[in-house]
C-alpha cells in the first residue's frame, strides 16, 4: 500500500502524508547515527513507533539501539533465538529486562514452523511504562494491535533514575559502545519515532491506521502526542546524508551506505 491514500478509521477517513520515500540497510554496516544519546528520554516511560520490510534476518540481529560498555546500561530492540523474535532489552545501572513477543517471528530456522514476516511491510511499536515503586512494564504492538510477550527480569525504578550511556542511538543497526553491533541484518524502514510517555492503545492503532503511515506531528482520532514526540526521522529525503528529525531536536547522519528506495508502507 502506497503511504498517500486513505483509510477508514472509526467511520472517519484518515488521510496519509506524501510519503515518496524509506531507507534500506544492507547486512554489512549502513545506519542512521541519531546524533542523540536520548538519555533523559530512556529515564522515564517512552514509546518507540516504526514501519519495517525486513529481507535478511539473523539472531540478535539489531534494529535500532545505543550499550554502554558492553550490556552496563543499554536500549534494544533486536530478534533472539531460533524462531528470530522481536524482543526489547534494557538495561540500567546494570539491572536488566528483556519483553520478547510470542508471534512476532522472522526468518526462523527451518522446521521451526514460524511463515515469518519476511518480505512485507509491517508496523511495530513498542511502549515502556516506567514503574512507580517498582519494576518497569512493556507492551508491544504488530499492525496496531498488542501481542502476547513473555517478560524476563525487570527494573525499578530507583534503577531505571540511573541509566547513563553517552553513546548516540542508531537506527537501523544498534551502536555498541561507540561501533555499529556485529550481529545485524538487511531491512527497509520507515518513520521511526520516540515519544517521552507511553502510548495508549488506542493511540498506536491510529498510528497504524489500516497501513497507512500519517504525519506523527498532526492528531489523528486517539492519538495527541504530538507534543509528545522527542525525535521523528520520516526517512522521505530521498537523497543525501541527512535524516531530518521533524521535531528539530537532533538531525540524524546517514551513513555506511545506506541508500533511499521509492518502496513504502
Known amino acids: ?9 472509526g467511520g472517519t477517513v484518515l488521510t496519509g502524508y506524501n ?9 554489512t554496516d549502513d ?11 530512556f ?34 530492540m533486536y530478534t533472539r533465538g531460533g524462531h528470530r523474535r522481536l524482543s526489547l532489552i534494557f538495561i540500567s545501572d546494570g539491572n536488566s529486562m528483556r519483553h520478547e513477543s510470542n508471534s512476532i517471528t522472522f526468518a526462523a530456522d527451518s522446521g521451526s514452523g514460524d511463515g515469518g514476516t519476511e518480505g512485507v511491510w509491517k508496523h511495530f511499536a513498542v511502549t515502556w ?6 519494576d518497569g512494564t512493556a507492551t508491544f504492538h504488530e499492525n496496531g494491535e498488542p501481542v502476547t ?20 542511538l542508531y537506527i537501523g543497526k544498534s551502536n555498541y559502545d561507540g561501533a555499529v553491533h556485529s550481529q545485524k541484518y538487511a531491512m527497509k524502514l520507515d518513520d521511526w519515532a520516540l515519544w517521552n510517555v507511553a502510548l495508549s492503545e488506542t ?14 506531528l498532526e492528531p489523528n482520532g486517539n492519538y495527541t502526542n504530538q507534543g509528545d ?11 543525501g546524508t541527512t535524516a531530518t528529525d521533524e521535531t528539530g531536536g537532533s538531525n540524524g547522519t546517514v551513513s555506511g551506505g545506506a541508500t533511499y528506495i521509492t518502496d513504502t508502507p
Open 129 to 134: 511504562t516506567k514503574g512507580s515503586s517498582g
Open 203 to 216: 493511540a498506536i492503532r491510529d498510528i497504524y491506521n489500516s497501513g497507512v503511515p500519517t504525519d506523527l
Open 19 to 27: 510519503n515518496t520515500h524509506a531507507l534500506s540497510f544492507d547486512a
Open 229 to 239: 514526540l522527542v525525535a521523528y526521522y520520516k526517512l522521505n529525503e530521498g537523497s
Open 1 to 9: 500500500m502506497l503511504g498517500l491514500g486513505h483509510s477508514l478509521v
Open 43 to 76: 529515564r522515564g516511560s517512552f514509546s518507540v513507533s516504526f514501519w519495517m520490510n525486513s529481507t535478511t534476518i539473523e539472531n540478535h540481529g539489531h534494529l535500532w539501539g545505543t550499550a554502554e560498555n558492553g550490556d552496563t546500561d543499554k536500549v534494544a
Open 149 to 168: 510477550c513473555t517478560t524476563t527480569g525487570g527494573i525499578s525504578d530507583t534503577e531505571q533514575d540511573a541509566y547513563t550511556n553517552p553513546h548516540e
Open 31 to 41: 545506519i542512521v547515527n541519531t546524533n542523540s544519546t536520548f538519555q533523559s528520554t
